[in-house]
């Protein structure tokens, strides 16, 4: 089970930090990634990070704003997201690789199998 957390509305330029609650799998044996789903438009990756921690994998759009991390010990994955943009605004998820110890970070949401229920980011301008 995956429990995002952090979510709300912040203005044009601000910050938020989304949380992610891990259960029931073996959490430091699985990459973690964070998806996005805007009103009308497809899921699409945000930023991923191998099982260990030691990479990681950020869409374009998203580049040098936002940080993905882990901390395996608290079964736990954070998104920092800086300078926020109108355009970030969606319900952000954060999903579970379906392979263990991959040495690839994957930005292709078909290879992840668990999902949780999802925090919506809401940036003014």
């Known amino acids: 089970q995956l429990v995002e957390s952090g979510g709300g509305l912040v203005q044009a330029g601000g910050s938020l930090r989304l949380s992610c609650a891990a259960s029931?799998?073996?959490?430091?044996?699985?990459?973690m990634g964070w998806f996005r789903q805007a009103p009308g438009k497809e899921r699409e990756f945000v930023a991923g990070?191998?099982?260990?921690?030691?990479?990681?994998y950020y869409a374009d759009s998203v580049k040098g704003r936002f940080t993905i991390s882990r901390d395996n010990a608290k079964n736990t994955v954070y998104l920092q997201m800086n300078s926020l943009k109108p355009e970030d605004t969606a319900v952000y998820y954060c999903?579970?690789?379906?392979?263990?110890?991959?040495?690839?970070?994957?930005?292709?949401?078909?290879?992840?199998?668990?999902w949780g229920q999802g925090t919506q980011v809401t940036v003014s301008s």
């Open positions: 999903a579970s690789h379906f392979t263990p110890y991959r040495t690839v970070v994957s930005g292709n949401r078909d290879e992840y199998d668990y």
């Open positions: 029931g799998r073996t959490f430091s044996r699985y990459g």
């Open positions: 990070i191998k099982w260990s921690g030691a990479n990681t």
